[in-house]
């Protein structure tokens, strides 16, 4: 057992009062106690096979106090001076760690292991910061699996990874609007890539078509490993200029099932008719040996209305089929060719599906059919690598309540069955509380960043058992770019600040200043509201004066 030289450490407090394995209270001095979120090392015992050892637990700063019982809140301000005058306030500090666990020896041939104790620290037991090589090697995981996204919030000097292994139980990434949480995406994505990853984005606000540049717009190391997919009708905020490798993502209209056709053109199962009709129309167009689009679809079923040589019941069917056909307009993804699974997921490759400027119809059901499709390429093994799957802005795709839509069963399926395949679940969300439930509890993982919403606060402690009501009540409390991990992804929950990116960030917000400086000198106005200033601040001057 290797423990720490704590024989030129000075103590900063002693535990009191109880001691658990979980927690623990601690006095300490009123100008050196540890702040909120700092880390502590405490000497206890544990046993290591059948022997009682000593161990060096680690513990963090969830609450700090400090308390005078001769300052009262009932007290005038001159009784409250003469009472510090006197040098008799009394003061004291105290504070609660939350124990995160000790490092336990490796086994023959094994690894060293993160526990969490079993015994409870002893009141009267010295408490010391943690060095910053302890929380490395407490932190740390073997570089084939260690994906670095930040530092310790208290230590930027001691990195903080998550293994890539926990992965496999699903990850939530959720924060409010401009926490950060697409910035910290772009950094788990970048660490992924560095693995080789096979990664499937779905992206509805083209905020990850840049992956394949670096921070600056130069060329990434990874940029041949990154495509991005765009639907004709995408109105993308960036040009295949900006963006570089884009290919066309269209659905081959003559390879939807035919069960799905009428799903989506809203023909009922009952509708047997109308269904008939349908696939007549689609039996003469494959007898000719016509690609079709919808417009040979209704073309087809207006020659059956025609036929006076059909029955009167056909014709009347395929009539009503026309106005149910129509509805494939809507969508405008499909075309006389389609792009296969194949050409998405290929090994090391991230794939990055642009939906921006698409309808909601049209997103869920390029989503449903693609996240459709790679679960039978990886469950059938005919793709035998293993696939990231991110969902930005999920609570559109699976959203909770009464609401469906077409990506939700997949998803759903990809949640409850995909890590038996190799298929890993990434869900982002500024809102959690209108993600789906079930699914969202699924995420064994979660990285939360800064959220104030209260239902959204409870969304995420229901999901999770992992996150504290203290850690909780800390997110509203978070920076821009700091983020709480719990789950299978860390060894313990852990708080840090997210490192820079080496990607560029296609959803950043925008300079709101300098676009207002370059729409003033398109107007031309700059120099008249140059001497407007000059001429109110002269003014302010003269009042001044007077």
């Not at 658990?20 to 100008?31: G, H, L, M, N, W």
């Not at 960043?449 to 229901?462: F, G, H, R």
């Amino acid at each position: 057992m290797v423990l720490l030289d704590l024989s030129a450490e000075e103590s900063v407090g002693y535990i009191v009062d109880e001691g658990r394995s979980t927690e623990f209270y601690f006095a300490s001095d009123r100008k050196r106690y540890p702040p909120k979120f700092e880390y502590l090392t405490v000497r206890s015992e544990e046993f290591v096979g059948d022997k009682l050892e000593p161990v060096d637990v680690l513990a963090q700063v969830q609450r700090i106090s400090t308390l005078s019982l001769a300052l009262r809140r009932d007290l005038d301000i001159e009784a409250i001076h003469r009472i510090k005058e006197a040098g008799i306030d009394d003061v004291k500090t105290w504070g609660v760690a939350r124990v995160l666990g000790y490092i336990s020896p490796a086994s023959k041939g094994g690894k060293p292991r993160v526990l969490l104790p079993r015994r409870a620290v002893i009141p009267g037991q010295p408490i010391y910061v943690a060095p910053d090589h302890f929380l490395k090697r407490f932190y740390e995981y073997p570089a084939s699996e260690a994906l670095y996204i930040g530092n310790l919030i208290t230590r930027p000097k001691v990195p903080a990874h998550i293994t890539i292994n926990g992965f496999r139980r699903h990850l939530a990434i959720l924060a409010q609007t401009g926490a950060g949480k697409s910035y910290l995406t772009g950094v788990l994505i970048e660490e992924l890539m560095a693995h080789g990853a096979t990664i499937l984005i779905v992206d509805p606000h083209a905020d990850y078509v840049l992956l394949n540049q670096t921070a600056d717009g130069g060329k990434h190391e990874f940029s041949d490993r990154v495509t991005v997919f765009q639907n004709p009708e995408s109105t993308s905020r960036y040009s295949q200029k900006d963006i570089g490798k884009v290919e066309s993502y269209t659905v081959k209209l003559a390879d939807v099932p035919f069960d799905e056709l009428c799903s989506i053109c809203g023909i009922g199962k009952g509708y047997t008719n109308i269904q008939d009709a349908l696939q007549k129309a689609l039996d003469r167009l494959k007898k000719q040996g016509i690609v079709y689009l919808v417009e040979d679809i209704e073309d087809a079923l207006k020659s059956i209305v025609q036929d006076e040589e059909l029955e009167r019941k056909t014709r009347q069917s395929a009539q009503s089929a026309i106005k149910y056909v129509r509805k494939l307009r809507r969508l405008r993804v499909f075309s006389r060719s389609g792009v296969p699974i194949e050409n998405i997921l290929q090994p090391c490759q991230t794939s990055v599906i642009d939906l921006s400027g698409l309808e909601s119809q049209s997103t869920d059901y390029i989503v449903s059919r693609l996240l459709n499709d790679s679960f039978t390429a990886v469950a059938s093994k005919s793709f035998d690598y293993p696939v990231f799957l991110v969902v930005e802005e999920a609570h559109n795709f699976i959203p909770a309540g009464e609401e469906r839509n077409r990506s939700l069963p997949v998803i759903r399926r990809i949640a409850g069955e995909g890590r038996k395949f190799g298929i890993f679940l990434i869900v982002i969300s500024q809102r959690p509380g209108k993600i789906h439930a079930d699914t969202l509890s699924q995420c064994n993982s979660q990285i939360v960043l800064k959220i104030t919403n209260p239902s959204d606060q409870t969304a995420i402690a229901n999901s999770s058992e992992r996150l504290s009501e203290e850690l909780t009540n800390d997110l509203p409390g978070l920076n821009v770019g700091e983020a709480v991990i719990v789950g299978e992804v860390t060894r313990s929950p852990v708080m840090i600040k997210v490192r820079t990116r080496r990607t560029r960030e296609g959803g950043a917000d925008i300079d709101v200043v300098s676009r207002l400086r370059k729409a003033r000198k398109a107007a031309g106005i700059d120099r008249q509201l140059a001497k407007d200033r000059r001429q109110q601040t002269r003014m302010k001057g003269r009042f001044s004066e007077v």
